[in-house]
Structure formats: C-alpha cells, structure tokens
C-alpha cells in the first residue's frame, strides 16, 4: 500500500476521537452556558434585524452629526418604512473611562443619551460596539473586566442593540494552555455580557462578532446571539461579496427566529460592485435570512440603490415569519439554484450565475420540494411581474454575477 494513504488510514481513529471529543467539549460549554438562559426575550429578531451600521462607508469618520444624518435619511428615503429599524455606531466612540470606571463616549459623540433620544424620536433605535477584550480593533476601550457597568451605562443611554468584536480578547485566549480551554474562555466572555445585558433590564439585540470562529453557530444561541458574524470581514468587491456568500452552504439548520447567521453588513451602494452585482448581493442576503445592515451613507443613494434597499417583495423574503435560512438545491460549475421555504409554503428561488458570461438556469420543481406535475405561479421579485403558471421547472436567461430572483407558489 502506498505509505501516505497508509499514515492516512493510521491517523483515521485519532482524527475521529478528536472530532469526537470537540463535539463532547461543545456540548459540555452550551449546557454550562446556557443555564441562566437567554438574554433576550424571544421578541428581540423574530425576524432578521434591519438597519444601518457605520463601519463599511465612514470606518473611523463617524460623530454624532452624521449618525443624525443617517436617522434623517431613514426616514426621508422610506427605509425606515421598508421596515429598516437600527441605527448602529461602530468602533471609534469610545473615550476614557471616569474616576468610577464608566466607560464615556469621546468628543465626536457630546451626549449619547441625547443621541439615543434623537433616534428614538423618529421612530429608529440605537446600536453602539464593544469588545470583551482590553480593546477594540480600532484600538479604543473595551468591555473586558466591565461588562455589568458598560451594559448598565448603554441601557441608561437607551441602547437597543451592542455589537461585541472579539478583536483583542484573542490575546487574553492566547494564555490558556489548550484550545479548548481558548474556547471555554470565549463562550465565557460573551455569556457574562450577555447576563450583563439581562441585569439592565433593557432589551438589547446581541450581535456577536467573532468572524465564525470556534464554530459559532453551534454554541452561539445557547449563549444569547441574535446574530452571530458566520466570517470575517466583507469588502466591497464582487469576489468577496461571493465568497461570503457561497461559504454560507450547509448552515441554514443553525438560523431561526430570534438567532441568526450573520455573513456581515450590506456593501450596497459603497461603489464597488455593478448595480447588477448589488442587486445579486442583496438578493442572497435576503434569501439567507441574513440581517439586512445597510452599509453605506443613505443620505447619497442612487435611484438604483433605493430600489435595492427598499424592494418590499425581496425583503419579505428575508422578513418571512417562519424564519427559514434559504439552502443551495442545485449546482452545476458556476450557475446555482437556492431556495428559501416561506410561511405560506411558496419558495423564494434565486437563480445564480457565478460566470463572466450570460447563461440559462432552470430551477426544478423536485429541487424545491414539489412534485414535477404541480402548477405554479411564478413571480420575478426584481421585474415586479407575475409570469404565468408554470408545471416541473421554471427557465430564464441570467446576466454574468447577476440573479433571477423568483417567488414559486403552487
Ligand atoms: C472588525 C469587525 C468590523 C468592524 C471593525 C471595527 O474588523 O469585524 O465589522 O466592527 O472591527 O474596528
């Protein structure tokens, strides 16, 4: 036999004790930290949260000013009527702590508290960012040894939702002497800012950010997630904009109401990628039940953009109450086929070409869980048209990085 399958077939029982014994170690940190329950009553994300966060346009140019600029846009552009709810501060608030040990905004935010106030007057909410660690990824204070206090100045504040970047609490895992033990001290970290949060009193979403690490998916609901980041960090590029999304095969079973995969905010509008391409990454966004995180400055948005962030049809499919993340059901190189279950038992479809050039993509009735003889209406969500009754699978021409987005109802 050659000697590398051999060592291969020699290694096989050690690598299935390993996974074995990984599987027991994350059983055994949900059932120690999921004992005091979930922070959140199950009203907070029924569905996937909406809103706009401030990192992907401005990163460290963000202040007080144009975080009421973008609560004007909401409003005056209608996002907020398609349902878009959460203002969101990223890195770079942070100031000193006082003599007490309260963490204060620095100069670029004068007064949360009138801030949250501002928002909440036009009918919005206010999301603020953390770390467990000493410091952020910007480099500004963290939560780490002052997760009650923190949590009990942002709901004084009236903060609605805390994104918590694990950043550089990587180096306080970096001293325990096993990889299990790094994990234990990570679970630990987010479910003592989580009995933090459920202290205040004060229903918070809870955002965890930790690029997927450790299997996030698995442990982070017992842990009191929302929405827990599946990656690291999006860019404003097609490529990566597709990696992201493609990489979110296999983990729909993990999503449902109240906690949700989170592949990162909504470069939309930033100016990187073709409308056609926006149009795509929205599109799959929605099908992944993803949060729609609106990231770019809505006081600026083409006729186009606005079309994209506020299609009512497509973001009911990210909105759908029964809370199913959608699933790949067909592939062939690079044109896909996903499908998302809808309370009312339609499927949302979206036929996706991957390639550089146009294509046909059928999707088949047997691949979305009908029979091949059922007729069904389908409905193209971007076109706005219904397009007559259909029987065994639906066919249409896609552009190159672009999607037909469909509503199936038999
Ligand atoms: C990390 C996060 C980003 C953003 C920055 C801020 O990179 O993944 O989403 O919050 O930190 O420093």
Known sequence: MNPIRRAALRALPRVQLRALGTAFALLFLVLCFSSAGSAQSPQVAATPPMGWLSWNHFARKIDDATVRAQADAMVSTGMR??????????????????????????????????????VHSKGLKLGIYSSPGAKTCAGFEGSLNHEDQDAQTYANWGIDYLKYDLCSFRDVMKTAATPEAAQHMMVDAYAKMRDAIKKTGRPMVYSFCEYGDGAVWQWGPAVGANLWRTTGDINDHYARMETIGFEQAGLAKYAGPGHWNDPDMLEVGN?????NEYRSHFSFWCLLAAPLIAGNDIRNM?????????NKEVIAVDQDPLGMEGRRVWKDGDLEVWAKQMKDGSRAVILFNRGKADAEISAAWQDLGYPAHVSANVRDLWAKKDLGKTTGKFTANVAAHGVVMLRVTP
């Open 271 to 275: 100016g990187g990628m073709t409308t």
């Open 302 to 310: 083409t006729p186009e953009i606005h079309e994209i962030l506020t």
């Open 81 to 118: 009527d398609a349902g878009y709810v959460y203002i969101n501060i990223d890195d770079t608030w942070e100031g000193d702590r006082d003599a007490q040990g309260a963490i204060q905004s620095n100069s670029k935010f004068p007064d949360m508290k009138a801030l949250a106030d501002y």
